[in-house]
C-alpha cells in the first residue's frame, strides 16, 4: 500500500499529539495530584437546614487529629466564613449545596471541586503554607455569581 509523504508526515504527528496528550493526563494525575472525584454520598438537599451535619456546617477536628470541614455554598456565599483550618494536617472537605450548582475554588492551591445539589463532594489536602487564601465560586450560578467569595484561614500549628 503506497501512503503519500505528506500524508505519512500527517499521520505520525496526529500521533504525537495523542502520545503528547496521553503524557499531560498522567503528568497531571501523578504530579499535579488532580484527580478526578470518586466520592459519591447523596443528600436531600431540601433538608440541608435541620441536617445534623450541613445544617451546622463548620469545621470539627476529629479524634485521631485530622480535620473535617463540612461547607454549604449557596446563593452567593459560603457557610462557614472565614474557614479556618491547620497547616500540614489533612483536611477533609465536604461541599453540598441546597440550591443551584456552585464552584469551590481555594485559588492557587489543587482544592477544587464542584458543588452539586442533592450530592455531597469530598476530597482531601494538606495545605502546607499557612496564610489567607481566597475561595472562589467558579460555576456560574447567578446574577450574583461573581460576589461569590469566601476566605479560608490556614493557621500555623502551635505546638
Ligand atoms: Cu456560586 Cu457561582
Redesign the pocket.
Known amino acids: 500500500m503506497n501512503v503519500e509523504l505528506y500524508e505519512r508526515i500527517w499521520m505520525w504527528v496526529a500521533a504525537g499529539l495523542l502520545a503528547l496528550f496521553l503524557c499531560a493526563i498522567f503528568v497531571s494525575a501523578g504530579v499535579n495530584a488532580i484527580q478526578p472525584p470518586s466520592h459519591i454520598e447523596t443528600v436531600d438537599p431540601t433538608t440541608l437546614a435541620t441536617h445534623p451535619e450541613f445544617g451546622t456546617p463548620g469545621v470539627k477536628v476529629q479524634p485521631d487529629g485530622s480535620v473535617v470541614v463540612s461547607v454549604v ?1 449557596q ?2 456565599s459560603f457557610s462557614p466564613d472565614p474557614i479556618e483550618v491547620p497547616a500540614n494536617r489533612p483536611v477533609t472537605f465536604r461541599l453540598t449545596s441546597p440550591d443551584v450548582i ?2 469551590f475554588e481555594v485559588v492557587g492551591t489543587n482544592a477544587n471541586a464542584m458543588v452539586i445539589p442533592g450530592y455531597v463532594s469530598q476530597f482531601t489536602v494538606t495545605f502546607k503554607n499557612p496564610g489567607e487564601y481566597l475561595i472562589g ?1 467558579n ?4 446574577t450574583m ?1 461573581h460576589n ?1 467569595v469566601g476566605k479560608l484561614i490556614v493557621k500555623k500549628e502551635s505546638r
Open positions: 455554598a446563593m452567593f456552585h464552584g465560586c460555576e456560574y450560578c447567578g455569581h461569590m
